[in-house]
């Protein structure tokens, strides 16, 4: 329609709305007021709505997007890469009153078959499962001493009937088969000037039942030149859990020790409050006063009516403690720890409201309350919300933020901001346009005209990014520091 518009419509009455509206449309165009009073055509439009007249150009917006230097590799998600979980059935409602609990119903079948019964169908299992995970004995084993509790005959089973037990309650899960995206990356040590850096890359997971959990990989990167992700184990290993305390307090260390490299370590739900899914995992190497480092990675736990952000923590990637964020701030999705104290608080940056960036403080990294908004929706790309896209990177410039927005049609775009190094809470500049956008050849997918990240690497002058596309796989790109910081104002 606009397109159509001629001269002498521009002269008739119009109502102020429709001049607002005109000027949602066209966005940041530097003829729109002389459109509104003269006869310029709107000739020209880009994706997501946003429209330029034929006067404007769209140099700057096509350099900006094309700071970011594409990778070849792409990872996507493998179903073959499965893992044994508990299983644990149980009576539907209105089913229970009367009758011993299901589990005691499946022991006891499993108590009433013959030797030779027990020892075919444990056969059976160690043939069909034997390669498929390493030492499925001590797994099935483990698993039946978490539910011995409930079986007054424990102590009297024999060994090949708690092997087929734990069997039973054990589910073998493709952690990975529908999606793998929504990445973060760490570095592995800060001694490593020379040669190829090396990397633990977070991925986000989804399983049967939109289940999310979290995966890792290792690589290495060298500025400037090749990006290697190494290549997933065969096996993946569920760590033991150890659970501290009891209901919404509780604490959760996952020992990690079965798992020779990253690859084979899952983080799947293990609390009430992650029921659905531990979703978009927020890697950042934390460096504190004393010189100390620790990992630790905000999450949203989500447990299919209710998400809420938690916090994981490790000093190594061996074992982690899972821990609830309590406080009015931390009930927000999207939180992103600062990798050092500011002041000598903990800083924070979320999305309480699920549309501006707030950033906020405590001195207790389990504890957040109140907050400032601190970045609101600027441009046409992010009018619908703004978030952050993974930890603060502390560059000589000040504090480097990638963001998302989100505009028409749902579209995901990533910018970036820049905040004092002192004083987080002056935003010194940012973006006006989109430095990556989903592309005609990355938009397809579960959720498309999606790109998103978790977190970002910065060495030397250059910023490796890792990219969730479409809630679909994962992608690579990489941008010069000065470019980046260049296009911001």
């Not at 970036?416 to 002056?426: E, F, M, T, V």
Request: aromatic content about 8%.
């Amino acid at each position: 329609m606009l397109g159509n518009m001629d001269a002498s419509a521009l002269n008739d009455p119009v109502p102020v709305p429709f001049f607002t509206s005109l000027r949602v449309l066209m966005g940041s165009c530097p003829a729109r007021d002389e459109l509104l009073l003269a006869s310029t055509r709107v000739t020209r439009s880009y994706p997501n709505g946003h429209l330029l007249c034929s006067r404007c150009k769209p140099r700057s917006r096509k350099t900006k997007q094309n700071m970011f230097k594409p990778f070849e590799l792409i990872l996507r998600p493998d179903p073959s890469r499965t893992v044994i979980r508990p299983f644990t059935p149980d009576y539907p409602v209105g089913f229970t009153s009367g009758v011993h609990g299901r589990t005691r119903a499946i022991v006891g079948r499993i108590l009433a078959l013959t030797e030779a019964q027990v020892r075919h169908d444990v056969d059976q299992m160690m043939t069909a499962f034997g390669n498929r995970h390493r030492d499925i004995h001590a797994v099935v084993l483990r698993r039946f001493d978490e539910i011995a509790d409930q079986l007054v005959e424990a102590a009297l089973i024999d060994d090949d009937r708690k092997l087929l037990i734990g069997a039973y309650f054990s589910n073998e899960y493709a952690f990975e088969a529908a999606a793998l995206f929504n990445p973060s990356i760490v570095i592995l040590s800060d001694d490593q000037n020379e040669g190829p850096i090396q990397f633990v890359l977070s991925l986000r997971g989804i399983g049967e039942g939109h289940v999310s959990s979290v995966t890792f990989r290792t690589g290495t990167w060298t500025p400037g030149g090749a990006l290697t992700v190494d290549p997933a184990s065969k096996f993946a290993v569920a760590p033991i859990i150890e659970l501290q305390g009891a209901g919404d307090l509780a604490t959760v260390t996952l020992h990690c020790g079965g798992s020779r490299d990253p690859s084979e370590t899952v983080l799947f739900p293990v609390l009430p409050s992650q029921h659905q899914g531990i979703e978009d995992l927020r890697l950042v190497r934390f460096t504190d006063d004393d010189g100390s480092i620790c990992y630790h990675g905000t999450y949203t736990a989500f447990d299919g009516l209710v998400a809420r952000s938690e916090l994981l923590s490790g000093s190594d990637f061996d074992s982690f403690s899972m821990h609830r964020l309590t406080g009015s701030a931390a009930q927000g999705k999207g939180m992103a720890l600062f990798p050092r104290r500011i002041g000598g608080r903990y800083a924070m940056l979320g999305r309480q409201d699920n549309e501006n960036i707030w950033l906020h403080y405590s001195d207790k990294i389990t504890h957040w309350e109140g907050g400032e908004k601190l970045m609101a929706p600027a441009q046409w790309w992010e009018f619908i919300q703004i978030g952050n896209c993974g930890s603060p990177i502390e560059i000589d410039e000040g504090w480097l933020v990638l963001t998302h927005g989100v505009g028409t049609v749902r579209n995901y775009c990533l910018g970036a901001a820049l905040l004092d190094k002192s004083d987080p809470s002056k935003v010194l500049a940012r973006t006006a346009e989109p430095v990556l956008v989903p592309s005609p050849e990355q938009r397809d997918g579960y959720v498309p005209n999606v790109v998103y990240s978790c977190g970002a690497l910065v060495h030397g002058r250059t910023l490796l990014l890792p990219y969730g596309v479409a809630d679909s796989f994962t992608a690579f790109a990489s941008a010069d520091l000065g470019d980046l910081i260049a296009a911001m104002s």
